[in-house]
């Protein structure tokens, strides 16, 4: 499967455009860190841009992603891509053992707290966005209550990745790429 089909699977499946915009979100963060290990790019963005296409479908722990494997299956998904995404669900026993099924852990939670923390600045913006800002929400536990800080923290330590010395500035700068797909280009530019 190319990137344009799966685009198209993910909109055939998912409705809602916040969603596609943190699947695009992982996608990028997926590809940034597959050049830094000279991985495959395209391999790597596949999986971050397919990760929660059936979340809409099978919207529990318990469904998600587990049944939306068979669906990948049938449009003839690599079987790595299938088991990177199955090991970023906690419920389906999938251990995180290669580099790119611990990026995808890393990056999943992490671009929704970062997209959060851009729309609540005055510039709506990831192009002037820095870590310490992410940090500054970070500690406000109410902010963004629903992202797993732990999970987090984890996912950048299993990738081998300091959270706050790396890995969430390369999160940003990837995210940055692609800003005007993600709406957060605010008023800059």
């Known amino acids: 499967m190319n990137r344009t089909e799966a685009l198209e699977l993910v909109r055939e499946?998912?409705?809602?455009?916040?969603?596609?915009?943190?699947?695009?979100?992982?996608e990028a963060a997926m590809r940034f860190y597959a050049e830094k290990y000279g991985e495959d790019a395209d391999l790597w963005g596949l999986t971050g841009l397919l990760h929660d296409f059936d979340w809409?479908?099978?919207?529990?722990?318990?469904?998600?992603p587990a049944e939306?494997?068979?669906?990948?299956?049938?449009?003839?998904v690599d079987e790595i891509v299938i088991r990177a995404i199955l090991s970023h669900g906690d419920n389906t026993g999938v251990s995180r053992d290669s580099r790119m099924e611990k990026a995808l852990n890393a990056?999943?939670?992490?671009?929704?707290?970062i997209t959060a923390?851009?729309?609540?600045?005055p510039s709506k913006s990831l192009l002037d966005l820095e870590p310490s800002s992410v940090k500054k929400k970070w500690k406000d536990k109410a902010f963004a209550a629903g992202t797993d800080r732990a999970e987090m923290e984890k996912g950048a330590a299993d990738l081998g990745v300091d959270l706050w010395g790396?890995?969430?500035?390369?999160v940003i700068a990837a995210?940055?790429?692609?800003?005007?797909?993600?709406?957060?280009?605010?008023g800059l530019s």
Do not use: F
Request: net charge neutral; with cysteine; hydrophobic share 40%.
């Open 56 to 64: 809409e479908i099978h919207p529990t722990a318990e469904q998600h």
């Open 68 to 76: 939306g494997a068979p669906l990948l299956r049938a449009r003839g």
């Open 117 to 121: 923390v851009a729309l609540v600045r």
């Open 166 to 170: 790396e890995h969430v500035g390369n």
């Open 107 to 113: 990056c999943d939670e992490i671009t929704g707290l």
């Open 13 to 26: 499946h998912v409705k809602s455009e916040s969603l596609i915009r943190h699947m695009l979100s992982v």
């Open 175 to 186: 995210m940055r790429r692609i800003a005007p797909e993600l709406g957060l280009m605010g």
